[in-house]
């Protein structure tokens, strides 16, 4: 994929600095994105005034020069990094093979991500490359702007994630209700056997995820707590699925709260707040405002209703206390925000919108969509259903 790196190489010939250095493996999104190269051990890009430069191990070189979005790749070995290795030792060894590399690039001075070895960034110093820390993020700022190709990766995960939640909305829906609790096919429906579902069917679809939500009753009324134990009837239960495509590394993210049973009056009036306020963060989602406008919209709606938000209570442990949304892409959490702090949103910009309400007293509500800012307004790329009453039939 060809990605727009002018405005870093423009940052970089204002600022005076040769380039720009990443040293990670590809589970870091700006290193995946500069180098379109995936990787599970560190590998270094250097981005100059001439493109872009990979310095990688002879185990990954074949597949760099095929597969990665780079100019030039080098191997280890071609600074003789085995012979530095076993005078120097490992180390010292490493720092002098980049060094070298720096320099047949005729780089002497660098800027690097604010993740970026400690050690790399000394041992560099020492040997008279001048390191400095990028503070702005300006390479999560070029990748929050999505191209078409990226925003396709998103939207196919999303499909993914959608028919997990179907799975998961489907075992919930067709639960029968036994002494308060959900069984299915004879068995306690527990949270953890909800899971294991959804990541099964993410698997079938070439995704996986680390961790997901189901959040049954008080377990919901925390926004990350992922939930455990038998699911019971009349209690909200939070679905929260966050997958990564495993071949083009893009996630994507949805919510849905369901009730098995019947709601208490006060969860459902909750939950028609949070769809009220999802449904107008939507309606103000467009180019040009801010991620902070979105954000107020959402607590105005859930002030009105009577309900505290950070912004009228900035120490409330119950009510909407949290942001709105969050950018999604190489990471599950990216540029732009949409909270308090959220900055002007553009088109390609793939964000979320989450609302939810949390109460231990009552539980917690969440509805969260994934869409992308568009020139006229946005695009939901999420087709899934808004219902509290599951079904079964999914």
Known sequence: MDVDLSRLTAHLEAEGIDGYLIDDDSADPDQR??????????????????????????????????????????RLSAYDYRSRLAEYGSYEGRIRTVAAFLA????????????????????????????????????????????????THIRRTQRANEAAMAVAEGLIGGAEI???????????????????????????????????IV??????ADPHDRGSGPLEAGEAIVVDVFPRDKTQGYFADMTRTFVRGEP???????????REAHEAALAAVEPGVTGAAVHDVVCDVYEEAGYATLRSDPDAETGFIHGTGHGVGLAIHEAP?????????????VITIEPGLYDP??????????????????????????????????
Do not use: Q, W
């Open 33 to 74: 994105y500069v180098s379109g190269f995936d990787a599970p051990d560190p590998y270094l890009t250097l981005v100059d005034g001439d493109g872009v430069h990979l310095l990688v191990s002879g185990l990954e070189y074949g597949r760099a020069r095929k597969e990665a979005n780079a100019d030039t790749v080098s």
């Open 104 to 151: 047949d690039r005729g780089v002497e001075s660098i800027a690097v991500p604010t993740g970026f070895p400690t050690g790399t960034a000394d041992g560099l110093r020492e040997r008279g490359v001048s390191v400095g820390v990028e503070p702005d993020g300006i390479v999560e700022a070029i990748r929050a702007k999505k191209t078409d190709e990226e925003v």
């Open 178 to 212: 036994r002494e308060g609790v959900l069984h299915h096919g004879g068995e306690v429906l527990t949270s953890e056997r909800v899971k294991e579902a959804i990541e099964v069917e993410l698997l079938g679809h070439g995704c996986g995820l680390d961790d997901t």
């Open 215 to 220: 959040a049954c009753g008080a377990d919901a």
């Open 264 to 274: 208490s009056p006060e969860m459902r009036r909750r939950y028609e707040a949070t």
């Open 337 to 349: 925000t949409i909270s308090s702090a959220g900055e002007e949103l553009e088109p390609g910009h």
């Open 361 to 394: 007293a009552v539980g917690g509500v969440r509805i969260e969509d994934l869409v992308v800012v568009r020139e006229d307004g946005y695009e939901n790329l999420t087709e899934y259903p808004i219902s509290i009453e599951p079904r079964s039939d999914r």
